[in-house]
């Protein structure tokens, strides 16, 4: 299959990230095709990718994607995790770099009703530190803030570094009554719909950054085969980071 490659490059400095809900690699015809989930990646062209829903739910969780051929059609290969069984990703989230070297890696426990977690990564990328947090947030309002409370006391723990904090996040306000009002401070106010993939309705996948990142441009990734391989559109943004002693909750 021929993949059509994404809008070019803004600045030389610039980089781009992304988050996808994957759905298992079901997609909006209800079929499982991983396959098509690598060509949309391949069309986003992103050199960070944060990943929901890369594992099977139940059994033994196993990953859905062949990581050797998501590598070899994109250049993205997957961030060391300690997994369970045979799953590829920490709670379904997997992050894939690309030409970016890993510091130092956590996966981290959500509160909740269900079972959610996020992948916090420190990362060299061009000589720029930078810190990525993939994230998976419940469907609960109540769930979503407790989460949103355990990130932001994460981050505030952590030293300072430019920060990033993609992922389906569940939420699509931006108001008081919006769940990520402990992350928000700081985050572009944004929205950009990506739910549901044939019909976007609602933004419930977010890329959020911190003050000592400029975010120069926010989209959907709308194709016709986005459209089809998940029930979420994928979201994108180039990036630019100024700043090495910020975070996301300073």
């Known amino acids: 299959m021929t993949c059509a490659r994404s809008d070019p490059r803004p600045a030389s400095d610039a980089f781009r990230i992304a ?24 069309e986003i062209d992103a ?7 890369a594992d099977r739910r139940f059994g033994d969780m196993a990953g859905v994607l062949d990581l050797d051929a998501v590598r070899a059609l994109t250049g993205l ?14 709670r379904g989230n997997l992050v ?4 970016i070297d890993v510091e130092r890696v956590e996966q981290i426990d ?3 009703l269900e079972p959610r977690g996020a992948v916090m990564i420190d990362v060299i990328r061009a000589g720029q530190p930078l810190r990525v947090v993939a994230a998976h947030l419940g469907l ?9 409370l355990a990130l932001s006391e994460v981050l505030a723990a952590a030293p300072p570094r430019p920060t990033l ?13 919006s769940s990520l009002e402990p992350l928000m401070p700081h985050a572009p ?13 609602l933004a419930l996948d977010r890329i959020l950054a911190c003050p000592a990142t400029d975010v120069i441009e926010m989209s959907s990734h709308d194709t016709p085969l986005a459209r089809v391989a998940s029930d979420h559109l994928p979201v994108k943004a180039w990036i630019r980071a100024r700043d090495k002693g910020a975070a996301l909750s300073a």
């Open 19 to 42: 988050s996808y809900n994957m759905h298992k690699g079901v997609g909006a015809d209800g079929r499982r095709d991983p396959a098509r989930i690598a060509s949309v990646l391949a």
């Open 110 to 112: 959500l509160p909740g």
């Open 189 to 201: 106010g944004a929205l950009v719909k990506s739910f549901p993939a044939r019909r976007p309705l």
């Open 96 to 99: 894939l770099l690309r030409n």
């Open 77 to 90: 290969a997957p961030v060391p995790l300690e997994r369970r069984g045979r799953a590829h990703g920490w």
């Open 47 to 53: 050199d960070i990718v944060a990943l929901q829903e």
């Open 140 to 148: 609960l309002r109540r769930s979503r803030l407790a989460q949103a």
């Open 165 to 177: 904090l993609a992922g389906d996040l569940n939420e699509w306000r931006l108001t008081r009554r």
